[in-house]
């Protein structure tokens, strides 16, 4: 997905997050939900996250900056990670 929000220098914004609701490959209940928190991050105001609500954070979240390890077995695959907080 496409962060729509740019710095002056025409970069994606790392401190507005717009996503592009127009994406053809979104489902119409999707391109919904990712317009309605653009909307929020229009305002100033932080839209619900799993960092910011203190929730467990799932993939993609947990992949974000540091480290992490994966252990292959045959019938399980364990993923190691450390989180800053």
């Not at 932080?46 to 467990?56: D, K």
Request: glycine share 6%; hydrophobic share 30%.
């Amino acid at each position: 997905m496409r962060n729509r929000a740019r710095r002056r220098d025409g970069v994606s914004s790392e401190y507005q997050l717009i996503g592009d609701y127009t994406n053809p490959t979104l489902k119409p209940q999707a391109a919904e939900e990712v317009k309605k928190h653009g909307e929020i991050s229009l305002t100033g105001v932080a839209y619900p996250t799993p960092n910011n609500q203190c929730w467990p954070e799932p993939v993609p979240y947990i992949f974000r900056d540091f480290g992490m390890q994966m252990l292959q077995q045959p019938h399980q695959i364990t993923i190691l990670y450390s989180q800053r907080s």
